[in-house]
């Protein structure tokens, strides 16, 4: 995000502008301290002229590491693993 920010040659007060958050909300965004909602994945592809994809380009499911499925707790009992 850092990258593309930059080549568009925006600042971070300008990105935030654009999406309607802080410039510390888009510090935080960049330095991956916090989860990015995707409303907001949408605002930031919008503002950085990418589609939403650019954002998740040469990830794989290893990436992330063995997921284990858990049990969503719901009204009234246990849903099936998600």
């Avoid at 920010?5 to 802080?22: M, S």
């Amino acid at each position: 995000m850092r990258a593309r920010r930059r080549l568009l040659g925006l600042t971070q007060q300008g990105l935030a502008t654009a999406c309607g958050v802080t410039f510390q909300q888009i510090q935080k965004y960049e330095c991956a301290s916090c989860r990015i909602s995707a409303q907001m994945l949408w605002k930031l592809s919008c503002a950085l002229e990418v589609d939403v994809s650019y954002f998740f380009a040469g990830l794989t499911q290893e990436s992330f590491g063995a997921q284990k499925r858990r049990p969503i707790l719901i009204a009234g009992g246990l849903s099936p693993s998600v």
